[in-house]
Nanobody, 123 residues
Protein backbone atom coordinates (compact mmCIF):
# COMPACT_ATOMS: atom_id res chain seq x y z
CA UNK A 1 0.00 0.00 0.00
CA UNK A 2 1.29 3.45 -0.92
CA UNK A 3 1.88 5.64 2.13
CA UNK A 4 3.45 9.02 2.83
CA UNK A 5 4.10 10.07 6.42
CA UNK A 6 5.34 13.55 7.32
CA UNK A 7 7.27 14.42 10.45
CA UNK A 8 9.50 17.17 11.82
CA UNK A 9 6.99 19.94 12.29
CA UNK A 10 6.74 22.01 15.42
CA UNK A 11 7.30 25.45 16.85
CA UNK A 12 10.12 27.71 15.70
CA UNK A 13 10.99 31.33 16.30
CA UNK A 14 11.32 33.78 13.43
CA UNK A 15 14.74 33.27 11.86
CA UNK A 16 14.92 29.68 13.06
CA UNK A 17 15.03 26.41 11.16
CA UNK A 18 13.09 23.19 10.85
CA UNK A 19 13.57 20.10 8.72
CA UNK A 20 10.53 18.21 7.54
CA UNK A 21 10.72 14.57 6.52
CA UNK A 22 8.41 12.51 4.34
CA UNK A 23 8.83 8.76 4.57
CA UNK A 24 7.43 6.81 1.64
CA UNK A 25 6.45 3.16 1.55
CA UNK A 26 4.86 0.94 -1.06
CA UNK A 27 6.65 2.63 -3.96
CA UNK A 28 10.03 4.01 -4.89
CA UNK A 29 10.30 7.79 -4.86
CA UNK A 30 12.79 7.69 -7.71
CA UNK A 31 9.86 6.92 -10.02
CA UNK A 32 7.67 9.80 -8.80
CA UNK A 33 7.41 13.53 -8.86
CA UNK A 34 7.41 14.86 -5.29
CA UNK A 35 5.96 18.02 -3.81
CA UNK A 36 5.71 19.91 -0.55
CA UNK A 37 2.53 21.94 -0.13
CA UNK A 38 1.20 24.03 2.72
CA UNK A 39 -2.15 25.33 3.82
CA UNK A 40 -2.57 28.18 6.26
CA UNK A 41 -5.87 28.96 8.02
CA UNK A 42 -8.30 30.60 5.62
CA UNK A 43 -6.03 30.11 2.62
CA UNK A 44 -5.84 27.68 -0.28
CA UNK A 45 -3.24 24.97 -0.44
CA UNK A 46 -0.14 26.25 -2.20
CA UNK A 47 2.90 24.62 -3.71
CA UNK A 48 6.05 25.27 -1.70
CA UNK A 49 8.54 23.09 -3.55
CA UNK A 50 8.37 20.31 -6.12
CA UNK A 51 10.94 18.11 -7.79
CA UNK A 52 10.76 15.77 -10.76
CA UNK A 53 13.05 14.71 -13.56
CA UNK A 54 11.98 17.88 -15.39
CA UNK A 55 11.99 20.55 -12.67
CA UNK A 56 13.02 21.76 -9.29
CA UNK A 57 10.56 24.42 -8.19
CA UNK A 58 10.38 26.82 -5.25
CA UNK A 59 7.66 29.32 -4.57
CA UNK A 60 8.93 32.90 -4.68
CA UNK A 61 8.06 33.30 -1.02
CA UNK A 62 10.48 30.55 0.05
CA UNK A 63 13.19 30.77 -2.61
CA UNK A 64 16.61 31.00 -1.03
CA UNK A 65 15.32 29.83 2.35
CA UNK A 66 13.93 26.33 1.73
CA UNK A 67 15.62 23.33 0.10
CA UNK A 68 13.98 20.13 -1.14
CA UNK A 69 15.97 16.93 -1.35
CA UNK A 70 15.49 13.18 -1.52
CA UNK A 71 17.35 10.15 -0.28
CA UNK A 72 16.52 7.20 -2.52
CA UNK A 73 18.34 4.78 -0.22
CA UNK A 74 15.88 5.47 2.59
CA UNK A 75 12.94 6.47 0.37
CA UNK A 76 12.65 9.77 2.19
CA UNK A 77 12.03 13.34 1.04
CA UNK A 78 13.16 16.35 3.06
CA UNK A 79 12.30 20.02 3.22
CA UNK A 80 14.95 22.06 4.98
CA UNK A 81 13.42 25.35 6.10
CA UNK A 82 15.74 28.15 7.17
CA UNK A 83 15.16 31.79 8.08
CA UNK A 84 11.59 31.01 9.01
CA UNK A 85 8.97 33.74 9.01
CA UNK A 86 5.60 33.91 10.76
CA UNK A 87 3.92 33.69 7.35
CA UNK A 88 5.42 30.21 6.94
CA UNK A 89 2.98 28.99 9.59
CA UNK A 90 0.81 26.28 8.02
CA UNK A 91 0.14 22.59 7.82
CA UNK A 92 2.74 21.14 5.47
CA UNK A 93 1.91 18.18 3.25
CA UNK A 94 4.10 15.80 1.28
CA UNK A 95 2.73 14.60 -2.04
CA UNK A 96 3.81 12.25 -4.82
CA UNK A 97 2.64 11.28 -8.28
CA UNK A 98 3.95 8.99 -11.03
CA UNK A 99 4.06 11.90 -13.48
CA UNK A 100 7.81 11.53 -13.68
CA UNK A 101 8.23 14.43 -16.13
CA UNK A 102 5.89 16.82 -14.34
CA UNK A 103 6.78 20.46 -14.98
CA UNK A 104 4.30 22.25 -12.72
CA UNK A 105 3.95 22.36 -8.94
CA UNK A 106 0.19 22.30 -8.44
CA UNK A 107 -1.75 20.26 -5.91
CA UNK A 108 -4.20 19.06 -8.57
CA UNK A 109 -1.41 17.11 -10.27
CA UNK A 110 -0.56 14.96 -7.24
CA UNK A 111 -2.45 11.81 -6.37
CA UNK A 112 -0.78 10.58 -3.18
CA UNK A 113 -0.75 12.68 -0.03
CA UNK A 114 0.45 12.47 3.52
CA UNK A 115 -1.64 13.63 6.46
CA UNK A 116 0.37 16.76 7.13
CA UNK A 117 2.54 18.18 9.88
CA UNK A 118 1.99 21.50 11.64
CA UNK A 119 4.64 24.21 11.41
CA UNK A 120 4.21 27.26 13.63
CA UNK A 121 6.59 30.22 13.48
CA UNK A 122 6.02 32.69 16.27
CA UNK A 123 7.90 34.73 18.83
Amino acid sequence: QVQLVESGGGLAQPGGSLRLSCAASGFGLDYYAIGWFRQAPGKDREGVSCISLSMTYYADSVKGRFTISRDDATNTVYLQMNSLKPEDTAVYYCAADPKLLLRVCRSHEFGYWGQGTQVTVSS
